[in-house]
């Protein structure tokens, strides 16, 4: 088999090296690819939003199958055009996509669907509407930009002041692009945040292990938002009655109102939960494996990950063949000294080397890049040490153990990944 994997990121390294492992793989290339996919993979400098770019590439190295990382090209309809050309790959449809693409259209489908989510205020394109609106719900209230924002389109408002500022700073000043002409206000959910991501070929589906990530920058959940400082995997994050409610309150009523709506997907499905004292509610959804969780997940994969994926493409899914080593995993992210804001790069990465050969311990790269002999960063989130283990303590042990043997100009990481934090209040500043 020929893979091609697209993005840039830990997580597409986290896909390249588990793709690797299988017998049946006998080359991979990844569009851009980085420092780290490079020693695993053929990297080709085409952009992860490129689509024709990505066309033309395809039609050159002919890959049996297109595996897809982040949300860009699937929104941009990259499926839809391989699929079109039966060339086969793992990304939901264009229009699967604006489940995540379209914060609207993801609450308006839950709604039509009775799933469980924090209800809605409503939906504006006229910031006047918007402003209006202000005047008769409870606060703190939640307002979310419609489209993609890179992290940067949620914000949840204190008071009428503070969201009023930030709808002029995303409605009339555009400050968040596109992304922000129109927004959502929603109810504000209180709980714990779980990540529950299932592979479908959109007859079947599987779960895989669940996971939390990090969001904020700094220890005890302070500072800024990040795309995620860290992520960890444990079968105790969802006891079996709560996957139990999970699966019939939301997963399944999800994938039959795709199958009503006609709406194909094959790929990852990410559904954001809040853990409600009235249950779990979606927060969003994502139409791709999340990063970093993404590490956490394929750490703990006891299959083949190539033959799953064929399978999805080809839609015929085997949830059996999906097995997980028992215990826990956990992913601290390295990042560059001042991300999220501004960073320098181009800093000297050392000792990775050091930890090749330590079992349980794979360092995926993120912002790196080659430069001779040496690997310098390039990007915010630059390393994702991860650990898989017996138990959760043991995987954190691990991945800190190996963090500590890392340095680069500037490095910091969180202490307390996996640590029982407040909850996450906010997201943005
Ligand atoms: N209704 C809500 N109530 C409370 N917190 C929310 C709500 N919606 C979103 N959040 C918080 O904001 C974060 C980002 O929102 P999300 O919908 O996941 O958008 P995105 O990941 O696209 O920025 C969530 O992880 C959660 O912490
Ligand atoms: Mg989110």
Same mark, same amino acid.
């Given at each position: 088999?020929?893979?091609?994997?697209?993005?840039?990121?830990?997580?597409?390294?986290?896909?390249?090296?588990?793709?690797?492992?299988?017998?049946?793989?006998?080359?991979?290339?990844?569009?851009?690819?980085? $420092?780290?996919?490079?020693?695993?993979?053929?990297?080709?400098?085409?952009?992860?939003?490129?689509?024709?770019?990505?066309?033309?590439?395809?039609?050159? %190295?002919?890959?049996?199958?297109?595996?897809?990382?982040?949300?860009?090209?699937?929104?941009?309809g990259?499926?839809?055009?391989?699929?079109?050309? +039966?060339?086969?790959?793992?990304?939901?449809?264009?229009?699967?996509?604006?489940?995540?693409?379209?914060?609207?259209?993801?609450?308006?489908f839950?709604?039509?669907?009775?799933?469980?989510t924090?209800k809605?205020?409503?939906?504006?394109?006229?910031?006047?509407?918007?402003?209006?609106?202000?005047?008769?719900?409870?606060?703190?209230?939640?307002?979310?930009?419609?489209?993609?924002?890179? $992290?940067?389109?949620?914000?949840?408002?204190?008071?009428?002041?503070?969201?009023?500022?930030?709808?002029?700073?995303?409605?009339?000043? +555009?400050?968040?692009?596109?992304?922000?002409?129109?927004?959502?206000?929603?109810?504000?959910?209180?709980?714990?945040?779980?990540?529950?991501?299932?592979?479908t070929?959109?007859?079947r589906?599987?779960?895989?292990?669940?996971?939390?990530?990090?969001?904020?920058?700094?220890?005890?959940?302070?500072?800024?938002?990040?795309?995620?400082?860290?992520?960890?995997?444990?079968?105790?994050?969802?006891?079996?009655?709560?996957?139990?409610?999970?699966? %019939?309150?939301?997963?399944?009523?999800?994938?039959?109102?795709l199958?009503?709506e006609?709406?194909?997907?094959?790929?990852?499905?990410?559904?954001?939960?809040m853990?409600?004292?009235?249950?779990?509610?979606?927060?969003?959804?994502?139409?791709?494996?999340?990063?970093?969780?993404?590490?956490?997940?394929?750490?703990?994969?006891?299959?083949?990950?190539?033959?799953?994926?064929?399978?999805?493409a080809?839609?015929?899914?085997?949830?059996?063949?999906?097995?997980?080593?028992?215990?826990?995993?956990?992913?601290?992210?390295?990042?560059?000294?001042?991300?999220?804001?501004?960073?320098?790069?181009?800093?000297?990465i050392?000792?990775?080397?050091?930890?090749?050969?330590?079992?349980?311990?794979?360092v995926?790269?993120?912002?790196?890049?080659?430069?001779?002999?040496?690997?310098?960063?390039?990007?915010?989130?630059?390393?994702?040490?991860?650990?898989?283990?017996?138990?959760?303590?043991?995987?954190?042990?691990l991945?800190?153990?190996?963090?500590?043997?890392?340095?680069?100009?500037?490095?910091?990481?969180?202490?307390?990944?996996?640590?029982?934090?407040?909850?996450?209040?906010?997201?943005?500043?």
């Amino acid at each position: 088999m020929k893979i091609l994997v697209i993005g840039g990121g830990g997580r597409e390294h986290a896909l390249v090296w588990k793709l690797k492992q299988s017998a049946r793989v006998e080359k991979i290339w990844c569009a851009p690819g980085n $420092g780290g996919i490079a020693e695993d993979a053929e990297c080709v400098a085409v952009e992860a939003g490129d689509i024709s770019g990505l066309v033309a590439l395809a039609e050159k %190295s002919a890959p049996d199958l297109t595996v897809v990382g982040p949300e860009l090209p699937l929104v941009n309809g990259i499926s839809d055009v391989f699929s079109q050309r +039966n060339w086969a790959i793992v990304g939901p449809s264009r229009k699967a996509a604006q489940l995540e693409g379209s914060k609207i259209f993801s609450k308006e489908f839950l709604l039509r669907h009775n799933i469980p989510t924090a209800k809605m205020v409503g939906a504006y394109d006229a910031s006047r509407d918007a402003y209006a609106a202000l005047n008769s719900v409870d606060w703190p209230l939640v307002i979310k930009a419609d489209g993609l924002c890179a $992290g940067k389109g949620v914000f949840l408002a204190p008071d009428a002041d503070a969201a009023r500022q930030f709808l002029e700073r995303v409605m009339e000043k +555009n400050e968040l692009g596109p992304g922000g002409q129109r927004v959502l206000l929603e109810e504000t959910l209180e709980g714990e945040e779980l990540s529950f991501i299932v592979l479908t070929d959109g007859e079947r589906y599987a779960p895989l292990v669940p996971t939390r990530d990090h969001k904020r920058a700094f220890d005890g959940n302070k500072g800024p938002n990040t795309g995620g400082m860290g992520a960890y995997s444990s079968d105790e994050l969802l006891p079996v009655a709560l996957r139990d409610t999970v699966i %019939s309150t939301i997963i399944e009523p999800t994938f039959s109102g795709l199958a009503k709506e006609a709406i194909p997907y094959k790929g990852f499905l990410y559904f954001g939960l809040m853990l409600t004292r009235q249950g779990p509610k979606v927060l969003e959804f994502n139409c791709r494996l999340g990063d970093p969780e993404a590490q956490a997940i394929v750490a703990r994969m006891d299959f083949d990950l190539a033959e799953v994926l064929a399978d999805v493409a080809a839609g015929k899914l085997e949830p059996a063949k999906l097995l997980w080593k028992r215990g826990a995993s956990a992913c601290v992210v390295l990042a560059s000294g001042g991300y999220p804001g501004k960073f320098v790069v181009g800093k000297r990465i050392v000792g990775i080397t050091s930890i090749r050969d330590n079992t349980g311990v794979q360092v995926f790269q993120a912002g790196t890049r080659r430069e001779g002999d040496s690997l310098v960063t390039s990007g915010g989130r630059v390393l994702g040490v991860t650990a898989s283990a017996n138990s959760l303590e043991i995987a954190l042990k691990l991945a800190y153990q190996a963090a500590e043997k890392i340095h680069f100009d500037g490095m910091h990481y969180r202490k307390d990944i996996g640590g029982h934090v407040g909850r996450v209040t906010a997201a943005g500043e």
